[in-house]
């Protein structure tokens, strides 16, 4: 294994625990959970074959491997800094571009073509680029601003790092293969799912994985994790395979009930609050011209 099969993600993880020496404060940095990034970091190493870091209860501290990786990873960094400036520079020359993220369609009655409408109504030289996220970045772009503004899902790590607006407030059901004992149920107490294997996100988002795994409403019971999925198709087949159940947003039940699979109302558990978000820090106006169209045609918009 060489560095040039180390992705930039490694190496800016890698540096953020390099300066910071100390695990949370570099997950926090990053806005990731510190397990997470302890898992990443941990993978880097083995790609290369060799400790970066040495961990004892007096702390953190590099290896002599870590130190001479160190000034290239700053190198590398910046070198991709300049670049990306340099790209950004150019699309803004080109015309101003918001980029728009997602991990799942937002769907909903034709939600994003009616705030895409709105929003050309008030920048009509502007144009939306829609990119498509992994579940692994619950941010859907925002954290590593390769998003300017994200359709996401609440609570989110690191929440004050973020602004948005609800525009979605719906019930949670619970998925089921339809040859469940309790598919046969019209609805559901969440106290007779306890015992169930569920699915659960990865646990880049931790707050989001422990919401939809219902944490608070399971009195102290710790679930039982039947797989992680990271994807819709990927719940799908895990739940045709019997692996699990999961709660699912009413709008996203869609994606699951595709044959094999049946949602079912559920009580005892607070409705789940779909958002477009942006991070506070970005003062674009073309960020705020996109919220406000998305507050105006969202009905659960404050």
Known sequence: MTLTD???????????????LHFTRAAERLYVSQPS????????????????????????????????LLPHARAVLAAWAEADGAVREARAAAGATLVV?????PGRGGLLPAIRSRFTEARPTARTRLRQVGWEDPTAGLA?????????????TGAERFRWVVVATEPRLV?????????ARESLD??????????????????????????????????VVGAEIASADETYEALVGGLGICLVATGNAPLLTRGGVVTRPVRGVSPSRFVLAWRADNTRE???DYARAAAAVAPDAP
């Not at 790609?47 to 209860?57: E, H, K, S, V, W």
């Not at 007096?58 to 290896?63: A, E, F, P, S």
């Not at 998925?175 to 598919?183: D, G, K, V």
């Not at 106290?191 to 994985?209: K, M, V, W, Y």
């Open 144 to 156: 590593d601003g390769g998003s300017d503004v994200a359709f996401v899902w609440l609570p989110l």
């Open 6 to 20: 180390v992705h930039g993600r490694d190496l800016r993880y890698f540096l953020a625990v390099a300066e910071e």
């Open 101 to 105: 993220g997602m991990s799942t369609s």
């Open 175 to 183: 998925a089921l293969p339809e040859s469940h004992p309790l598919a």
């Open 286 to 288: 073309l960020v705020r």
């Open 190 to 223: 969440f106290t007779e799912l306890l015992d169930e294997p569920f699915l659960a996100l990865p646990d880049t988002g931790p707050e989001l994985r422990d919401y939809w795994l219902a944490l608070d409403a399971r009195g102290g019971r710790p679930p």
């Open 37 to 68: 990034l302890s898992k990443q970091i941990r993978a880097l190493e083995r790609q290369l074959g060799a400790p970066l870091f040495d961990r004892d209860r007096q702390g953190v501290r590099l290896t002599a491997v870590g130190a001479a």
